[in-house]
């Protein structure tokens, strides 16, 4: 049947299993968001306040529900607008697809008005990106975009169109596809790792005396967090993550010792030094996990194993390396591996695990506290969002995640100002979840017009932020290396928290001590309202352990 470009777009996005769309419209994209009112019963569409909102509610549905995620914006700034959150979700290996709109072919290439060549501008933060001159393009180009972003590796894709292929007096032939969403299509054909290296690794594993794991946000990726969990438990091995991998391996397993690298704890990061295998399971070893990179696991057999040839000896070089995806990996390793206990090491391991338990100096209200009255009042049944900054860490510190895609935050990008979309996206893709968004005062500046977003949908999130007067982290690092010179990090704010929820038309707690935040948390959890909390925060609190920048892994700074 012949159909419109705007027509083709709206049905190519149901045959991928879209739902919703999160966008803002403009002239370039009035043709297709035009077809979405026609269409609103099949695709929902949430209007957020900026397109960066609208990028990063993408990014935080596609991480939470493991579905692509999708956003919508016109050309020009609108287009540019994505870029942060499209550079988000690329550095987070995170499905997307970006949808732009441009000017008409007879305007394209002339400068004119709202023209930018955003495919140039996005090229090194996608995976693919697209340019649509012709409305025969269309539906092939959405379809290899989908199996691109979710596929492999995954990441975002960008579909740049031309205004004119969208009107409504274009047509084209449309033939409905029958499309698997959750097939999985390996984009660039990946050579089997052979028999003889996965039983050379199931050696190295059964032979090991200290062996311990490094998983990252690989694990969540290709779904195989389960078979982390039965790997670790067969073989008693010791397990961290790094904090994209946060929630891959049940932090209530007494095997789990937590996040690791610069703000990692004391047994994992010792963990690295002592063990004589280590097992780098979908991992990048970004600088934040390996500081010195000559003192990283240097006693140790280096076993990486990651979807992703780039990754393998890209940031250390590694002993074996088998470039594969991580659930046939467990699979396969599994047939060789002899069940063990490993009760030296683990005894030991355990030892460290005491060692700094307690590293904040507030009397009244510890950001620790934040986390832990969180999971005590929803059971650890919730998702946490974040922004960028001391709280972002407390929040991976103190929060026992036991299921992958819970904690929502970006972590190659560091992106401040991610947290309150990816919220929005997180509770539209969870409608019955409770969803926080951990915020400092810093970060919460940058994004608080996605309030609005929140409040025109009634979408209950609970907003906290952690209100400390000034950049806790760059405070932090100020103290620690620049002699206290806090060149423009304190915020020196007016802000009036009350005044600005009542404002947006949610409501407001004010918490200063653990009674009132305990209170607090407990009615924003039970109202399920749009909820702000303004927690206060000790203005020179940490986030500890540290390691300096260059230092080996274990050597901390304490306070």
Known sequence: MKLSGSQIIVECLVEQGVDTIFGYPGGAVLNIYDELYKNSDRIRHILTSHEQGASHAADGYARSTGKVGVCLATSGPGATNLVTGIATAYMDSVPMVAITGNVPNNLFGRDSFQEIDIAGITMPITKHNYIVKDIKDLAPTFREAFRIARSGRPGPVLIDILKDVTAPNNLYDYEKADIDVNKKDKVKPIETVSEEVIQHIA???????????????????????????????????????????????????????????????????????????????????????????????????????????????KNIKDDVAAVMDLKEFFTRVKKYLVPKKNPAWTQLVDSWKNIFSENQISSSLKPRYFMEAIDEITNGDCFIC?????????????????????????????????????????????????????????????????????????????????????????????????????????????????????????????????????????????????????AIVETDEKVLPMVAPGKPIDDMLMK
């Open 203 to 313: 050696k190295l594993i059964n032979e090991s005396t200290k062996p311990f794991i490094y998983a990252g946000g690989g694990i969540i990726r290709a779904n195989a967090s389960e078979d982390l969990n039965e790997f670790a438990n067969m073989m008693d091995i010791p397990t961290s993550t790094s904090l994209m991998g946060i929630g891959a391996f049940d932090q209530k397993n007494p095997l789990s010792t937590g996040l690791i690298g610069m703000h990692g704890t004391v047994a994992s990061n010792r963990c690295v030094v002592d063990c004589d295998l280590l097992l780098a399971l979908g991992v990048r070893f970004s600088d934040r996990v390996l500081s010195n990179h000559k003192h990283f696991a240097e006693n140790a057999t280096i076993v990486h194993v990651d979807i992703d040839q780039a990754e393998i000896d």
């Open 386 to 534: 974040t922004e960028v900054g001391q709280h972002q860490l407390w929040a991976a510190q103190y929060f026992k995640y036991t299921k992958p895609n819970r904690l929502i935050t970006s972590g190659g990008l560091g992106t401040m100002g991610y947290g309150m979309g990816a919220s929005i996206g997180t509770q539209i893709g969870n409608p019955d979840s409770v969803v926080f968004n951990i915020s400092g005062d810093g970060s919460f500046r940058m994004n608080f017009n996605e309030l609005l977003t929140v409040s025109k949908y009634n979408l209950p999130i609970v907003v906290v932020v952690a209100n400390n007067g000034v950049l806790g982290m760059v405070r932090q690092w100020q103290t620690a290396f620049y002699g206290k010179r806090y060149s423009n990090t304190i915020l020196d704010t007016v802000l009036d928290y009350e005044a600005l929820a009542k404002a947006v038309g949610i409501d407001y707690y004010y918490a200063d001590t653990r009674a009132s935040y305990l209170e607090a948390v407990t009615k924003a959890v039970k109202n399920r309202k749009p909820a702000l909390i303004n």
